[in-house]
T-cell receptor, first 116, second 114 residues
Framework: AQSVTQPDIHITVSEGASLELRCNYS??????LFWYVQSPGQGLQLLLK??????LVQGIKGFEAEFKRSQSSFNLRKPSVHWSDAAEYFC??????????????FGRGTQLTVWP | KAGVTQTPRYLIKTRGQQVTLSCSPI?????VSWYQQTPGQGLQFLFE???????NKGNFPGRFSGRQFSNSRSEMNVSTLELGDSALYLC?????????????FGPGTRLTVL
């Protein structure tokens, strides 16, 4: 069965520092990969997605992520974090075929705290 | 273009009651999915509707049901509410049925069961 692991429940960084949030997935074929961000009391906003092609994808708000097939990973990065980036981040996997096509499998999320 | 809207935003019910939540997708989107978010279980898929037909269903009891109307608006219903049904219910819409269509989420309905 498909699964997504975000090993870090909570990360704290200083404003201006670099950030990397980890995501590993389990799926037999090439997945569709997503990173979403959720602010308190809000829905999910899509940061970026990977479907195929270039394994380094750029998203909104200065975020990027790299798909590494050999490591089954899709880590999210940002070179310089802003205080407004404090939120919860979710990695998600969508399957490319089969009966669960269209369903998203989410990781448990990583809560990001930014120190001024 | 307006985003996904969900009504109501907040709801308080008591055990044993039933509740109906509504979701209006982005104009032109034909697929609507529902997710439950709780601190203990995280984000879990409930079901997906496309062109008024349920395409996928998650591992939830039959108390959870949904439907989609011809204008793509969707409702989900929870009968005989339990305390554990307290959660943020998120609706997401996407253009088509393909897995590479990105999903756009609404702000959610916060359901509290007392």
């Amino acid at each position: 069965a498909q699964s997504v692991t975000q090993p870090d429940i909570h990360i704290t960084v200083s404003e201006g520092a670099s950030l990397e949030l980890r995501c590993n997935y389990s799926y037999g074929a090439t997945p569709y990969l997503f990173w979403y961000v959720q602010s308190p009391g809000q829905g999910l906003q899509l940061l970026l997605k990977y479907f195929s092609g270039d394994t380094l994808v750029q998203g909104i708000k200065g975020f990027e992520a790299e798909f590494k097939r050999s490591q089954s990973s899709f880590n999210l990065r940002k070179p310089s974090v802003h205080w407004s980036d404090a939120a919860e981040y979710f990695c998600a996997v969508g399957v490319s075929r089969g009966s669960t096509l269209g369903r998203l499998y989410f990781g448990r999320g990583t809560q990001l705290t930014v120190w001024p | 273009k307006a985003g996904v809207t969900q009504t109501p935003r907040y709801l308080i019910k008591t055990r044993g009651q039933q509740v109906t939540l509504s979701c209006s997708p982005i104009s032109g989107h034909r697929s609507v999915s529902w997710y439950q978010q709780t601190p203990g279980q995280g984000l879990q898929f409930l079901f997906e509707y496309f062109s008024e037909t349920q395409r996928n269903k998650g591992n939830f009891p039959g108390r959870f049901s949904g439907r989609q109307f011809s204008n793509s608006r969707s409702e989900m219903n929870v009968s005989t509410l339990e305390l554990g049904d307290s959660a943020l219910y998120l609706c997401a819409s996407r253009l088509g049925a393909s897995g590479d269509n990105e999903q756009f989420f609404g702000p959610g309905t916060r359901l509290t069961v007392l």
